[in-house]
């Protein structure tokens, strides 16, 4: 009677493995460093369009970055004169699950988004800077108390690509006004000189 425990007990285990292997492989199937990346992205949208609306034929990934050691990445995409960002997430098996697109008609010199990873939280910007006029970024995160910002102790400054489509990031650090950081950021591009030149003043 002991044997055939045993052997219950080794299906069962090797039965539950397997399921979880396949449940895995199967929500977590993108591989970032693939060319197929851009026929990923073309179905997430084209999913999220639903049959009312034209499908999308072609997209092409401009830049992918993850977010230090952290489990998200993001792909900066073009597709019909529309820009955008694709965040993924990673799973067990080191493969990634598209959580989503967000894509704008036109490229800002800057648009700045906060994500929420297991590493803390990420500033990151993406933007349109292939005149060369944006020098660096200031960026400050706040929060809302009673109604009143309550600015972080931190102010980040980052360089900023010469490219036509850039996108870089910056890890929050964490100080008393963060605790319960909601993804507000406040930022400015400044020039070589110093002068405030996007958001316009």
Request: proline share 3%.
């Amino acid at each position: 009677m002991n044997n055939k425990r045993i052997i219950w007990l080794f299906v069962t285990v090797i039965l539950i493995w397997f399921v979880i292997h396949f449940y895995q492989n199967q929500k977590f199937s993108v591989n970032i460093y693939s060319s197929n990346l851009s026929k990923e992205i073309k179905q997430n949208i084209n999913y999220a369009h639903g049959t009312r609306n034209p499908l999308v034929k072609e997209v092409q990934v401009l830049k992918v970055v993850t977010l230090d050691d952290s489990n998200i990445a993001l792909a900066f995409s073009k597709y019909d004169g529309e820009y955008g960002r694709t965040r993924l997430i990673e799973g067990p098996n080191g493969k990634y699950q598209i959580k989503g697109s967000v894509w704008r008609n036109r490229l800002d010199p800057a648009v700045v988004e906060s994500f929420n990873t297991n590493k803390g939280r990420y500033q990151v910007i993406m933007g349109n800077n292939e005149n060369g006029e944006i020098d660096t970024i200031e960026l400050r995160a706040y929060t809302f108390n009673n109604s009143n910002r309550e600015y972080s102790d931190h102010t980040t400054t980052l360089v900023v690509p010469k490219q036509d489509a850039y996108i870089i990031y910056k890890k929050i650090p964490t100080d008393k006004h963060l605790k319960n950081f909601m993804g507000d950021i406040e930022f400015v591009c400044k020039n070589k000189q110093g002068k405030v030149i996007f958001p316009i003043q």
